[in-house]
T-cell receptor, first 115, second 114 residues
Framework: DAGVIQSPRHEVTEMGQEVTLRCKPISGHNSLFWYRQTMMRGLELLIYFNNNVPIDDSGMPEDRFSAKMPNASFSTLKIQPSEPRDSAVYFC?????????????FGPGTRLTVL | SQKIEQNSEALNIQEGKTATLTCNYTNYSPAYLQWYRQDPGRGPVFLLLIRENEKEKRKERLKVTFDTTLKQSLFHITASQPADSATYLCAALRSSSNTGKLIFGQGTTLQVKP
């Protein structure tokens, strides 16, 4: 298996533009997580899905952020409009189940820079 | 609020020595703690999980302890090697519910010098 796939790997955009990050989880995994990592705040959970259904989006910072999982093999995280403070590395992770003891497999991340 | 704290200062040790990293948690009692390794420019990679009813867990040169009285987990790497240099993240359940919602610590960067 190729592992969790994320695209793009790098994104540079201007303030106010829409940004869409994409993730393909590991086949057969039932849970998908979106994280954001910055030097100041570390790794923060934004939202997670179980069986394609959003279970908890309490970490989504604002209405500018939205996430979808239309099927078991694809998810998107959208920021509209983007702001400089959204600059961070965004990780997608998947796990076999949604239990706390299940290890999470992370993708390589998307480095977002908003100018 | 629920918090996971790790030493923010980098840990520098000599090759062959044992590295010990600390993870403290406050305001909750996690059922599990997980440890991840993160290399620059890459996503975290799972290393070990320890349950609240386990005092110690080992995997090759790695050892993790879980002290629910001290609210602390220690992560040890014995016979450390330069290839062990990375950032190590501690993570715990955000709540007592059995879901995958993890809170991560800031991570401790380990540098092993030859």
């Amino acid at each position: 298996d190729a592992g969790v796939i994320q695209s793009p790997r790098h994104e540079v955009t201007e303030m106010g533009q829409e940004v869409t990050l994409r993730c393909k989880p590991i086949s057969g995994h039932n849970s998908l997580f979106w994280y954001r990592q910055t030097m100041m705040r570390g790794l923060e959970l934004l939202i997670y899905f179980n069986n394609n259904v959003p279970i908890d989006d309490s970490g989504m910072p604002e209405d500018r952020f939205s996430a979808k999982m239309p099927n078991a093999s694809f998810s998107t995280l959208k920021i509209q409009p983007s702001e400089p403070r959204d600059s961070a590395v965004y990780f997608c992770a998947s796990s076999l189940g949604g239990r706390g003891e299940d290890e999470q497999f992370f993708g390589p991340g998307t480095r977002l820079t908003v100018l | 609020s629920q918090k996971i704290e790790q030493n923010s200062e980098a840990l520098n040790i000599q090759e062959g020595k044992t590295a010990t990293l600390t993870c403290n948690y406050t305001n909750y009692s996690p059922a599990y703690l997980q440890w991840y390794r993160q290399d620059p420019g890459r996503g975290p990679v799972f290393l070990l999980l320890i349950r609240e009813n386990e005092k110690e867990k080992r995997k090759e040169r790695l050892k993790v302890t879980f002290d629910t009285t001290l609210k602390q987990s220690l992560f040890h790497i014995t016979a450390s090697q330069p290839a062990d240099s990375a950032t190590y993240l501690c993570a715990a359940l955000r709540s007592s519910s059995n879901t995958g919602k993890l809170i991560f610590g800031q991570g401790t960067t380990l540098q092993v010098k030859p």
